[in-house]
């Protein structure tokens, strides 16, 4: 059986948790024209579905939620299903395609069937054309989103051959076999227990360690579930989502990080802070210490599973400093903050939580990771993420990508998410938001920008001198 992972199951949870929620991630890669026509496009994609076998599996959940739910072949796979195709109405232009992402965003995918979906959308502005690549989180994370742009785009303008395609879907599986294999890992959980038990006492000085570092993050992480103040950033969602960008050259935030000797993610983190200051205040609001927590993703896959389709990520809960009424005094304070909580090892206690759940059993990890996502997210006002792109150039059909910009899905409180992804030189900010409440998405995207300008050095300038310390992140993803 090919289960899913713990972490894996909690977005499909999250999902089921808020019935007006869609956990799916995307990225929108921007293309030269012309845009290929419905045959070419579906004979690229299938010359690539040997690659990506996630693309014609579906999940099923386990009868009475027994264990964790499987990846299984879909015997009706029907890629037609999953193609889909637009087009924006003349002009184009940034504000139509966004507008566009919104709506393709708000809607769930069909868990009947593989959680994916590609939106081929043309009329862009100087002939251009966009690929919306629309994936549950369940499926992948941002660093494995990579991945999959390595498997489905080319390196060169000259497209690959087709990949010899033998798939033929595996023997359905029934819910009393499901149910029967479920059964038959609950009886090696206490097994399982033991061994870990036992390889923990020949090892007592290192499993003493791993004991303390798990308490010190584990009390760090319960932070998340102390309820923030009131604020117009969190509160219920409806169905219907806003999407917006602004970009920006890499180097830009790279001078900024290099002049206040920080590391770009702290950068991008004051930024944000800085904008959701703003559209407090033009709300009349008081942005008090406390008031804006943020959930940001951390990349903890290893080197060996750079190529696997799951979830790694853990979570830094950072109190962002809204309070503070300068931007370099913001900056400072994001980065004495991440220090303290990677001080906390925050990180590891969460992977090591994810490692821990995955040997208890599935009924009571569920319950717990529901229960856990209702009170967390009264902690919460906004997620945000950043992913390191592609790092070479890549094509689709001869054409080559210009530009990809991120979205990330935002669920139960959090009506504010905000992703940045790089590539070929350029910075792009996604700015998700819930389309009732905060109808500011563009200026929350244009005011990252400007904020990271204000922390651009001044001619001449000479670096401060300053300890950065180090950040992986990735997404939502």
């Not at 979906?117 to 690929?131: C, K, Q, T």
């Amino acid at each position: 059986m090919d289960y899913l992972s713990p972490l894996d199951t909690s977005f499909l949870d999250a999902e089921d948790e808020d019935p007006h929620a869609s956990l799916a991630i995307a990225s929108v890669a921007v293309l030269d024209g012309p845009a290929p026509g419905p045959a070419e496009f579906a004979a690229a994609i299938r010359g690539r579905l040997p690659l990506v076998p996630r693309y014609r599996q579906k999940v099923r959940r386990i009868p009475f939620n027994l264990g964790r739910p499987v990846w299984i072949d879909d015997p009706d796979f029907d890629l037609d299903f999953h193609l889909r195709r637009t087009a924006l109405a003349e002009p184009g232009g940034d504000l139509a395609l966004e507008r566009l992402i919104g709506r393709i965003m708000s809607q769930r995918l069909d868990r009947d069937r593989p959680l994916w979906e590609d939106w081929l959308v043309e009329g862009l502005p100087e002939g251009r054309w966009a690929l919306v690549s629309k994936v549950h989180h369940c499926m992948l994370d941002g660093v494995t989103g990579n991945e999959l742009y390595r498997l489905i785009c080319d390196s060169t303008p000259k497209p690959r051959r087709a990949v010899p395609d033998r798939w033929q879907p595996g023997v359905p599986v029934d819910d009393v076999d499901l149910t029967l294999d479920a059964l038959g890992q609950l009886a090696r959980v206490p097994f399982d227990q033991a061994r870990w038990f036992a390889g923990a006492l020949r090892e007592p000085v290192r499993a003493a360690r791993r004991i303390g570092a798990l308490t010190r993050g584990a009390a760090a992480l319960a932070g998340s579930f102390v309820p923030a103040p009131e604020t117009s950033l969190a509160g219920p969602l409806g169905r219907a989502r806003r999407y917006a960008v602004a970009r920006m050259p890499l180097d830009e935030i790279g001078a900024a990080a290099g002049f206040h000797s920080v590391t770009i993610n702290d950068v991008y983190l004051a930024a944000v802070a800085g904008a959701l200051r703003r559209l407090m205040l033009r709300r009349g609001e008081e942005p008090h210490a406390g008031a804006v927590r943020t959930l940001v993703p951390v990349n903890v896959r290893a080197e060996t599973a750079q190529h696997v389709f799951d979830n790694r990520v853990a979570s830094l809960l950072v109190e962002l400093p809204v309070e503070v009424e300068d931007g370099p005094g913001r900056l400072a304070a994001v980065h004495e903050r991440i220090g303290e909580l990677r001080a906390r090892h925050e990180v590891e206690a969460g992977v090591a939580l994810v490692a821990l759940a995955d040997r208890e059993p599935f009924a009571a990890v569920s319950l717990l990771v529901r229960g856990a996502l209702r009170l967390s997210q009264r902690g919460l006002a906004t997620v945000t993420t950043n992913v390191p792109g592609p790092p070479a150039p890549l094509y689709i059909l001869g054409r080559p990508i210009r530009e990809i910009l991120p979205y990330v899905p935002i669920a139960e409180r959090l009506r504010i998410g905000v992703a940045v992804m790089t590539f070929a030189g350029q910075a792009a900010f996604g700015v998700t938001t819930d389309f009732a409440s905060v109808p500011e998405a563009g200026e929350v995207a244009c005011a990252i920008v400007d904020e990271i300008r204000k922390l651009a050095p001044a001619p001449a300038a000479r670096p401060r001198k300053r300890v950065a310390a180090t950040t992986r992140v990735a997404g939502p993803t």
